[in-house]
């Protein structure tokens, strides 16, 4: 496996924002709502709204990356905010923080709306980030394959070394990225040939 990659499971995942949560509690910051940054920070925000017992989840749609590697110059808002967090502590949730200018652009567009408190919880954080989440459990350099992108991720890195989506050129970049070969990817493995348009 190349230390560039670090693919994680549902288990590491749920592990982590446990971890996550425990921290937001030890710090007697438990919020009024969770706001999820689309999409895989609206996962983790899920599962913080069930560990803190927080019902109150919205989400904002900020897009930073066109593909594995590629960012946009500026990040994109895809889903403006639609809930009234005037007066209310929020607490914006990403699963990294990787150049933090998602998380930077999150908040200035939050702070428009009059919060008491605006703080950050992310999984994992990036040395090369400009933002520093308020909480988060990992530090990596690697590009992290999380459990809800490994579809999107083997398709985008079998399209940039120029290859069809078969099952010889997926089982190589499974192999190469370092994920366990296990029933999961195995039914992966079969799906994506179909998905072909």
Do not use: C
């Not at 594995?68 to 209310?88: F, M, N, Q, W």
């Amino acid at each position: 496996m190349s230390n560039r990659f670090l693919p994680t499971s549902w288990n590491d995942i749920t592990l982590l924002t446990l971890r996550l949560a425990r921290k937001i509690i030890e710090a007697r910051s438990i919020p009024d709502i969770l706001v999820g940054i689309l999409r895989g920070g609206w996962i983790v925000a899920r599962l913080l709204s069930d560990y803190l017992g927080v019902n109150s989840v919205e989400a904002v749609g900020v897009k930073f990356y066109k593909g594995v590697g590629e960012r946009y110059e500026r990040p994109v808002i895809t889903h403006p905010l639609t809930a009234d967090i005037s007066e209310k502590k929020v607490l914006i949730v990403d699963d990294v923080a990787d150049s933090g200018k998602t998380l930077q652009i999150t908040i200035e567009l939050l702070q428009l709306y009059g919060p008491k408190e605006i703080k950050t919880a992310s999984i994992y954080v990036k040395p090369t980030t400009i933002v520093i989440p308020d909480f988060y459990v990992a530090e990596t350099n690697a590009w992290i394959i999380f459990p809800w992108e490994y579809a999107e991720v083997l398709r985008n890195i079998v399209k940039s070394k120029g290859l069809s989506l078969t099952a010889d050129s997926l089982d190589r970049v499974v192999s190469e990225v370092g994920l366990e070969r296990n029933a999961l990817i195995e039914e992966l493995l079969t799906l994506l040939p179909l998905t072909i348009k």
